[in-house]
C-alpha cells in the first residue's frame, strides 16, 4: 500500500480502531455474566441479603474468545497501518509539510483549519497545493 492509500484510508483506520476497541471491551463483558441470589446470614440475625453469583457459558466462552481473537487480528493491522503512517509523516523532508499531514490526517482537521492553524499568511489554497503537489513527487 503507498503512502497515498494509506493516508486516504487514516481517518477511516482510525474510526474502525474504536468501533474495534468497543467491540472487543463488549465481548469481554459478555463473558462475564453473573445472577443475584438471596442467602442469609449463617449466624443470628439470620438477615436476607443479595450475593452475586459469578458463572461462565463454556461453550459461549470459547465463540466469544475466537470473535476476539478475530477482532484483535484486525486491531493488531490497524495499529500497524496507523504506526506506518504516522512513521512516513515523520519522513518528510520539512516542518511545515510534516504539520500539514498531521493536521489533515491525524487530527483530522478541513483544509481550512489545517491552513489556521500553520498560520503564517497559510491558505486553504496553498496549503491544498503544497500537500498535493508532495503527494504527486513521490509518485514520480
Not at 76 to 99: A, D, G, N
Amino acid at each position: 500500500m503507498t503512502l497515498k492509500e494509506c493516508l486516504l484510508q487514516y481517518c477511516d483506520m482510525q474510526v474502525e480502531i474504536r468501533n474495534l476497541e468497543k467491540r472487543i471491551s463488549d465481548l469481554e463483558k459478555k463473558n462475564n455474566e453473573y445472577s443475584m441470589v438471596q442467602a442469609s446470614s449463617l449466624e443470628p440475625p439470620f438477615c436476607l441479603h443479595e450475593i452475586k453469583i459469578s458463572h461462565i457459558d463454556f461453550k459461549k466462552a470459547k465463540e466469544i474468545e475466537k470473535q476476539k481473537c478475530i477482532l484483535d487480528e484486525r486491531y493488531i493491522k490497524l495499529l500497524e497501518l496507523q504506526t506506518k503512517v504516522e512513521e512516513e509523516i515523520s519522513k518528510l523532508p520539512t516542518s511545515r509539510l510534516r504539520m500539514i499531514f498531521e493536521f489533515k490526517y491525524i487530527d483530522n482537521l478541513s483544509w481550512q483549519q489545517v491552513a489556521w492553524k500553520i498560520g503564517n499568511k497559510a491558505t486553504e489554497d496553498s496549503i491544498k497545493k503544497e500537500h498535493y503537489r508532495y503527494l504527486e513527487k513521490i509518485d514520480c
